[in-house]
């Protein structure tokens, strides 16, 4: 019977602060979708860091007059380390072939290029993508050797982005979830004020603290919890309206847009709790201010 009693008093107030509660409902719903937002971004960002890192290797630029003994003696020393697992001699026509490839489409690019404009070099590929850097370091001015690449350069600036997004949009996030517990702490207060004669009267007939409180507390949890389920329902229906067709459109792309239900599960999960717990908070600050039981 008493919960019956807390779910009529509940909605109660929600039908008489509507307006109130939808706007409640609404700034939740879009604060906790940048949260979704930003771990989305996460998993996306560490798709591609793998994507990237599975095809890091590290080319050492031979310079013109290397000669064919430095060439054998790089290549030797350079097969012995540990780290590596292959390596390939591309020499100054393979290099201009490649080069052809990647822009097949756009002949104007290569058609003026001398063959032997591109240096030679050597291709290594490791056992671990975070050996890059260590190993290139050791390569590096090495004789014979002009210059040495490889794509971590890459993936340490996708980093600093992904971290800088995310939190511009954590920040983002929290102010939104602070005007959301404000919002719900008011609509509460509204509910309070309304209700002031009737909550007078019940303490005065003997009902406890919590039997006041409870349904005010389930106001704020409820209109935070809808919030939550809005933002929820967003990023599922993001997933399978966008990120699945990208993956379909684009091969190429697949890896990176493809989320597992565990992934997905937990962005959920975390955006259901968080809403609760705005809602919580939101509820307690409109209590302890204007609710004296």
């Known amino acids: 019977m008493r919960v019956g009693y807390f779910v009529s008093e509940t909605v109660t107030n929600l039908r008489r602060n509507l307006l109130m509660t939808i706007a409640a409902i609404s700034t939740v719903a879009i604060s906790l979708l940048l949260l979704g937002g930003v771990q989305i971004l996460g998993i996306v960002v560490r798709n591609v860091t793998s994507t990237i890192e599975s095809k890091v290797e590290i080319s050492a630029y031979l310079r013109d007059n290397a000669t064919q003994g430095e060439i054998d003696r790089l290549t030797e020393e350079v097969t012995q380390m540990p780290e590596v697992e292959d390596v390939i001699y591309i020499s100054k026509d393979d290099a201009f072939n490649e080069f052809k490839e990647t822009y097949e489409d756009q002949p104007e690019i290569w058609e003026t290029l001398p063959r032997d404009a591109l240096p030679a070099s050597l291709r290594i590929k490791l056992l671990d993508p975070d050996d890059a850097e260590e190993v290139a370091a050791r390569i590096e001015g090495a004789p014979g050797v002009s210059d040495v690449r490889f794509g971590g350069e890459v993936i340490k600036r996708l980093l600093r982005v992904n971290a800088l997004l995310r939190t511009i949009a954590l920040v983002m996030s ?11 702490a008011n609509t509460i207060r ?6 002031r004669d009737e909550i007078g009267i019940m ?85 302890r201010r204007f609710l004296e039981v």
């Open 174 to 184: 929290i102010v939104l979830m602070i005007a959301a517990a404000a919002l719900i």
């Open 190 to 195: 509204l509910a309070i004020y309304a209700r």
């Open 203 to 287: 303490k005065l007939v003997g009902a406890t603290n919590w039997f006041i409180r409870i349904p005010f507390i389930m106001e704020g949890i409820f209109a935070a919890l809808v919030g939550a389920l809005v933002s929820g329902a967003v990023v599922i229906a993001l997933n399978s309206l966008l990120f699945d067709r990208i993956a379909e459109s684009f091969i190429f792309l697949g890896p990176v847009f493809e989320f597992s239900g565990g992934e997905l599960g937990g962005v959920l999960l975390l955006l259901v709790g968080v809403g609760c717990l705005v809602g919580v908070i939101g509820s307690s600050m409109a209590l």
